[in-house]
């Protein structure tokens, strides 16, 4: 509870054995399971983010039976129909009200889940406080408590965070009322001085949260207290508006009031059923997410992690919002009080000042005004999808600075600009490789392409492929980034639906032809590489063959290697080891060795050659011939000759006839000889006789 007066540990215990409750409870596990059973119903229809019905999100029911349970302990003769209890002694009854206890936290403000803590304010006798606190740990309910340590003022000594605490404080007993108003009324009326030391403190505390449950471990299963958008970020709103008032009296803020009020009644139902099952606390724990889904009804428990995950970036943003709004001055505040902004106008705006603010402002007003423009006519839809286009090309150019990027997202325009991009929206990928919802990952991709092209040693030994790339080499990866995988939400192969969507939408924006197969291309294949770097042997010429049956070569070869990168930082910064970066730049460096480009023009070569002459149903095994040729012979020999040599050899074979037993090929410029003898059959020491026979000639083998 902070600093302040700890409790002494006069007085004497109750007697007889009291039923202890179970770890982390703080009442009987029976007891906790029969409120439930009673009071406790799901949803009539599925929470999907619209704050218009969060009144049937409604557990308060619940939670104040929780109270009541707890509270009947320090009543005389209070036995709760609905919820059986230990008889109160007389001593715990006097001590109670003796200590003249104050709820703080989840208890004053009806938040009560079944493990929640107790915290408790005792502004009364030191002593009677002393008593019920032992008294309640005797039978294991965790409860922190403070007495002032000044009781003419409450505020003396403690933390800013206990004082703020005050505002929202509740007295469990009428002999306590009197002291609570008189300190309430004090703060109230000397808060401006209060306030500022509150938001340092809120601000501090969120950040430090922010950092603390910044991991993959956290995505995959979030904690819906203290995690970024959590209970915790909707509390500290919530104590925003009470401390500045005057900061929000906008509809748009009114809109935020609603959606904080939604999710803080969803995730407090998803809180009390972690709170339900075995070993549950704060982490939505993969194991414990499909019982909570089918509770409330959902399909699959992926369907439930991605209203999770919606609520937590909604709230997440909102609570950024208000912290500006409560930092900037009232003259900027002004400029944000205009309702009549048309698209074009906001649109300006954000590309100029992406700040905080602008992104609210957008995100308000900015749906609204593209409807409008869109029934105005052709001219206005015109002049609102040109705006748009600037801010996406703008967005994932990756020559550009990343703050307009993260504009476009936080203000949900993205949503206008690609299509089914709703699809993807906290879509969540449940693995120990993927980091991000598929969205989040999508503008992870574009930032990580931004800061390779600025900073290219970020790659390691693939920095030196990307300084090779041109301007329009980026902006080809710019567009590849950004629409990769928003077919995650459609269904099938996401690679074939991200392509179809950006063929769509790329023309619709004005990117040339040429450029748009290049994306595509990208897209199809954006998996290929990483596959044959990490799974494959980057020196065997199957690799090599396997590559350039997709068209792995010359400048998408560069590109695609890069993008392979970038798309790894961006899922997972912490999977881009250097042990993936120099089999990347190893499988390129071998790409681009003379070996695996003469084998291309080998290839080529061969399926020509054969196409017109008699072997031709031999192509296939005819070429899977070369994964067994050394690369060094395909780099040294002249190609046309080598290939017409598999062909002349495929050809003997399907006449059955003898193929050339020897043929002689000279090279003058390097002045060698190279002999290819051929035999049916292989037989032992058929190598040795050859050699020992040039040599025999006086040759140098």
């Not at 006519?377 to 990027?405: C, F, I, S, W, Y």
């Not at 325009?413 to 690609?418: F, G, Q």
Request: aromatic fraction near 8%; hydrophobic fraction near 40%.
């Amino acid at each position: 509870m902070g600093s302040g007066t700890t409790l002494d540990s006069a007085g004497s215990a109750r007697a007889g054995t009291p039923k202890r409750v179970r770890a982390g409870y703080f009442l009987p596990e029976d007891v906790v399971h029969t409120l439930a059973e009673k009071h406790l119903r799901a949803p009539k229809t599925l929470p999907n983010g619209d704050e218009e019905r969060d009144m049937e999100l409604s557990c308060e029911a619940f939670s104040q039976a929780l109270a009541r349970a707890f509270l009947a302990k320090f009543e005389q003769g209070s036995g709760l129909s609905d919820a059986p209890s230990e008889a109160s002694s007389d001593a715990l009854v006097e001590a109670w009200k003796q200590a003249k206890p104050i709820a703080l936290g989840s208890l004053a403000r009806g938040e009560l889940c079944p493990k929640s803590d107790i915290d408790i304010l005792f502004s009364g006798d030191h002593a009677a406080a002393g008593f019920v606190t032992r008294a309640l740990q005797e039978e294991g309910i965790k409860i922190r408590s403070r007495v002032p340590e000044d009781p003419a003022d409450w505020t003396k000594g403690v933390e800013a965070f206990d004082v703020l605490a005050l505002l929202s404080a509740k007295a469990l007993t009428p002999e306590g009322e009197a002291g609570l108003a008189l300190q309430v009324d004090r703060l109230l009326k000397g808060i401006k001085k209060w306030r500022r030391a509150f938001v340092h403190e809120l601000k501090r505390e969120r950040r430090e949260r922010v950092e603390r449950y910044d991991s993959i471990a956290n995505y995959l299963e979030p904690n819906l207290k203290h995690g970024p958008g959590g209970l915790r970020d909707i509390s500290q709103a919530l104590q925003l508006r009470m401390l500045y008032p005057e900061r929000f009296q906008s509809p748009e803020r009114h809109h935020a009031l609603q959606v904080f009020s939604y999710y803080r009644k969803f995730f407090l139902f998803s809180r009390i059923r972690i709170h339900l099952a075995e070993g549950g606390r704060e982490l939505l724990a993969a194991y414990e997410q499909r019982g909570v889904a089918e509770w409330f009804g959902y399909e699959s428990s992926r369907d439930f992690m991605r209203e999770i995950q919606k609520g937590l970036s909604r709230v997440s943003f909102y609570a950024d919002v208000d912290f500006e709004h409560v930092r900037a001055p009232a003259k900027e505040l002004k400029r944000f009080e205009a309702s009549d902004f048309d698209f074009v106008s906001l649109a300006a705006w954000m590309e100029k000042e992406p700040s905080v603010l602008v992104q609210a402002k957008a995100r308000d007003a900015g749906f609204r005004a593209y409807r409008a423009a869109v029934r105005a006519g052709e001219h206005e839809k015109a002049r609102a999808n040109e705006a748009l286009g600037r801010l996406l090309a703008k967005t994932v150019d990756p020559l550009q600075p990343e703050d307009v990027a993260i504009a476009l997202f936080r203000s949900r325009w993205i949503d206008l600009a690609v299509t089914d991009f709703k699809k993807i929206v906290g879509y969540v990928q449940h693995d120990q490789y993927h980091r991000y919802t598929v969205d989040a990952h999508i503008l992870q991709a574009i930032r990580e392409m931004k800061r390779v092209a600025s900073r290219p040693t970020l790659l390691g030994r693939l920095g030196e492929i990307a300084k090779k790339l041109n301007r329009e080499d980026w902006r080809i990866l710019g567009w590849t980034a950004l629409y990769h995988d928003v077919g995650k939400g459609s269904g099938g192969d996401h690679s074939d639906k991200s392509a179809v969507i950006a063929r769509q939408d790329l023309a619709k924006w004005g990117v040339p032809d040429d450029s748009i197969q290049e994306v595509l291309w990208l897209i199809e294949n954006h998996l290929e590489l990483s596959q044959a770097a990490f799974r494959g042997n980057p020196a065997h010429p199957a690799t090599w063959r396997a590559l350039h049956a997709k068209g792995i070569e010359g400048r998408k070869l560069l590109r695609l290697a890069i993008f392979t990168a970038v798309d790894i930082r961006a899922t997972n910064s912490e999977a881009y080891t250097p042990w993936k970066a120099r089999l990347l730049a190893d499988l390129v460096h071998h790409l681009e060795m003379p070996e695996a480009k003469k084998l291309l023009k080998l290839e080529r070569a061969l399926s020509k050659l054969m196409d017109e002459s008699e072997a031709k149903g031999l192509v296939g095994s005819t070429l899977g011939l070369l994964d067994r040729l050394d690369p060094f012979l395909i780099a040294a020999l002249p190609t046309a000759v080598l290939a017409r040599d598999l062909v002349d050899v495929a050809v003997a074979l399907r006449m059955g006839r003898e193929a050339a037993a020897i043929r002689v090929v000279r090279i003058g410029k390097e002045n060698r000889v190279w002999i290819r003898f051929h035999t049916q059959e292989d037989q032992p020491g058929l190598f040795a006789r050859y050699a020992r026979a040039l040599q025999s000639a006086g040759l140098s083998v």
